[in-house]
């Protein structure tokens, strides 16, 4: 369960945390909040780790929250890392587990016994815990899960059996529920007397049938405000948006996004409420989705700077053979204009300038597009009138841009050179705009994810379309 740690009384009250300095004031006068640990207090654990003081680093980091003792753990080196979580290991916080970069939790996690690990684990609310278990290789996750409490162990399990990425894997199983006939008094007395049964933060009471489906939820705000005589049938929000344990994690954070939801109830295939998804666990999901597109319209996968140097090489040789091969394609395009190159060897210089702009243009449209299609905001409703607006950015930019670099070229050259990469501007600026839009669409079309493969195409079609044009026209006007 999440508990904010209580601090310890400091021997100088006057002088801050190392950990929690405050950040230099900004230029508008207000002071900036620093999140995580500070620089010099990670030298300075660094310096107690090296000098052999266990007790006074132990007595500093207890200090810290766990999501900043994982920021610290984060920034240690490999051997400092695994000094520190040998100081800290007796009464490791199993919370710190659920805030670690996930390839990262996987080294650490190494370093305990399967005992000491379930012992973390058993802490966590159960959506964390199926975080830091579902990584484990397959004889410690069944050593984990045999040093599980029993209740536990049987919540963890069931999460298991959905898909990765779901809202089975995703849902919290602690979780306020009431029949429809209780009264606002019963309910609130209910959540007083079982404590330790119930989750430590919740926002939404349900309201359940005798089958367990959920009929509405109580806004905690609302209930605190009626008296104790009301019935809670009278107070339900009938329109409750109920999850499928099998929606993949991506839905739920769009549902989360489009209806401004603190939580949502999970249920099963028959209607019944199983689980919980809360708006912090959405963050991550959000968070998650991000970093993956990311990675993916870069053409380098896990973007984690945790993994090894063999693994980062290996996820990123494919996508520069692909590259590779779509650059040969190109260069296939200026070989047929060999004889033109060789007769106006200015060509030479500026081919680059039109193919690096249309390159860059299509880049940032694409980012637009994928991003507008991950979150539901570009649909075939819409998409004429996007296309057309990409379509006119890049008539616009080729226009400004066009005027500049064939004035330039002009001045530099003649100025039929300038007109050409003027022209061939223009034309791959509009392609780089058509096909920054076209092509994500299209391959969401064909249900291909567009951040993995529109990369790739968008390359190579501003890199074709602006030699084509560039020296086509060339050959047209210049010879």
Avoid at 12 to 29: M, S, T, V
Avoid at 275 to 293: P, R, Y
Avoid at 377 to 387: C, F, G, I, K, T
Wanted: proline share 5%; with cysteine.
């Amino acid at each position: 369960m999440h508990t904010d740690r209580q601090e310890p009384d400091r021997i100088q009250d006057d002088e801050p945390h190392p950990a929690e300095r405050p950040a230099p004031p900004r230029e508008d006068g207000e002071e900036e909040r620093a999140y995580g640990v500070e620089p010099e207090f990670v030298e300075e654990i660094v310096e107690r780790l090296h000098a052999g003081r266990r007790d006074d680093l132990r007595a500093e980091v207890d200090k810290l929250h766990p999501a900043d003792i994982a920021d610290l753990i984060e920034q240690l080196g490999h051997d400092d890392r695994e000094a520190l979580v040998g100081v800290l290991r007796p009464d490791f916080d199993g919370e710190v587990l659920s805030y670690l970069n996930p390839d990262l939790r996987e080294e650490i996690v190494e370093l305990f016994e399967p005992k000491e690990l379930a012992a973390a684990v058993a802490e966590l609310d159960t959506d964390d815990a199926v975080d830091v278990i579902e990584g484990l290789d397959e004889d410690t996750r069944r050593e984990v899960l045999e040093n599980l409490p029993a209740a536990d162990r049987a919540l963890v399990q069931e999460n298991l059996t959905y898909d990765e990425d779901t809202a089975g894997r995703l849902m919290q199983r602690d979780l306020v529920a009431v029949p429809q006939f209780w009264t606002v008094g019963k309910t609130i007395d209910y959540v007083r007397a079982a404590t330790d049964e119930l989750p430590e933060d919740f926002y939404d009471i349900f309201v359940v049938d005798p089958m367990h489906r959920v009929v509405g939820a109580v806004p905690l705000s609302r209930l605190l405000r009626q008296k104790r005589s009301v019935r809670i049938a009278d107070l339900v929000t009938e329109e409750v948006d109920t999850i499928p344990a099998t929606m993949d994690q991506e839905e739920v954070a769009n549902l989360f996004r489009q209806y401004a939801l603190v939580s949502a109830p999970v249920v099963d295939a028959g209607g019944r409420l199983i689980g919980v998804i809360t708006v912090d666990d959405v963050v991550h999901i959000i968070d998650e989705e991000a970093e993956d597109d990311i990675g993916k319209l870069g053409g380098v996968g896990d973007t984690s700077i945790y993994r090894s140097v063999l693994e980062t090489s290996r996820s990123r040789i494919s996508w520069l053979g692909l590259n590779l091969f779509t650059a040969f394609a190109a260069a296939g395009v200026i070989s047929l204009f060999e004889a033109t190159i060789e007769q106006i060897v200015a060509l030479a210089v500026l081919m680059p300038i039109t193919a690096s702009m249309g390159g860059n243009a299509g880049t940032q449209t694409l980012t637009v597009a994928v991003r507008a299609l991950a979150t539901r905001e570009l649909s075939s409703s819409n998409a004429p009138r996007v296309v057309g607006k990409e379509v006119l950015v890049g008539l616009l930019n080729g226009a400004v841009f066009a005027t500049l670099v064939g004035a330039i070229a002009a001045t530099w050259f003649e100025p039929m050179i300038g007109l050409v990469i003027g022209c061939a501007m223009v034309i791959n600026l509009f392609v780089a705009g058509l096909c920054g839009v076209l092509i994500p669409i299209g391959l969401d079309r064909l249900g291909v994810d567009p951040a993995v493969a529109s990369s790739v195409f968008l390359t190579t079609m501003t890199d074709v379309i602006g030699f084509l044009s560039f020296l086509g026209l060339a050959s047209l006007l210049l010879l």
